[in-house]
């Protein structure tokens, strides 16, 4: 299937501005999250590919100034680089089988046979617990075991480093700027709210454990991105 190159060189130039700005402290994170957000459905892929990915680099529950680690900082001027640039970002997904799924599908296995050993009923919801506390540690698993490609880290959203020295080299104008010593740590929220967010989702997560171990037997799906001319 051949990309779509098609390119929309005023969104690029506006979506750069507004991350200059953010990382410049001019706007806060409310302010960028909403002024990103209508580059979510722009017809230039790469336009809406960095401002969907920017969004997990902030809270969008906590209003905050520019608050990146170095490696994040990093990838923000990246990200810059490409809109800069008249190249394209290309997103390829495959499907990953894990042993997970073979758990997942057990455990599914085994919440259906004790709801049909049971009966049906809001003592179903007890039952589901165990299960979702199973389901929960297959998903922190899979977070933990996603596979990185040798200086990923360092090279998003590019695949290789002479990709990233093909596009700089075509966007003569661009100048990375250094990581702010002065941002303050890369936590945003304390741990106290951080637990006290989470409380809820895990609660439901855990007595609609079927509804994720049933989604959760299906192959998981691996993304990669490469930089590349139109």
Same mark, same amino acid.
């Given at each position: 299937m051949t990309p779509d190159f098609t390119i929309n060189r005023e969104h690029r130039e506006r979506l750069a501005a507004i991350v200059r700005q953010y990382l410049d402290g001019e706007i806060s994170a +409310?302010?960028?999250d909403e002024l990103t957000d209508p580059f979510r459905g722009s017809y230039d892929k790469?336009?809406?590919h960095v401002a969907s990915t920017?969004? +997990?680099h902030y809270d969008d529950c906590k209003n905050h100034f520019v608050n990146l680690t170095k490696p994040e900082w990093d990838y923000f001027q990246r990200l810059l680089l490409v809109l800069d640039s008249n190249d394209h970002i290309v997103k390829t997904?495959?499907?990953?089988w894990r042993y997970s799924q073979l758990l997942a599908l057990l455990s599914f296995i085994g919440f259906a046979l004790a709801a049909w050993y049971c009966g049906f009923g809001i003592h179903l919801l007890l039952i589901a617990? %165990?299960?979702?506390?199973v389901s929960i540690g297959i998903q922190r698993y899979r977070n933990c075991a996603r596979p990185d490609l040798p200086y990923s880290e360092v090279l998003l959203p590019f695949s290789t480093f002479s990709e990233l020295a093909s596009t700089y080299k075509s966007v003569?104008? +661009?100048r990375k700027?250094?990581? %702010?010593?002065?941002? %303050?740590g890369p936590r945003i929220r304390s741990v106290t709210m951080e637990v006290v967010v989470s409380i809820p989702l895990y609660c439901v997560w855990a007595v609609l454990s079927p509804?994720?171990? +049933?989604f959760q037997m299906f192959p998981t799906t691996t993304t990669r991105t490469r930089v590349c001319e139109a």
């Open positions: +409310f302010a960028f790469t336009v809406k920017v969004w +997990f997904t495959t499907l990953c617990i %165990p299960f979702g506390i003569s104008q +661009f700027k250094r990581h %702010p010593k002065h941002l %303050p509804v994720a171990l +049933f």
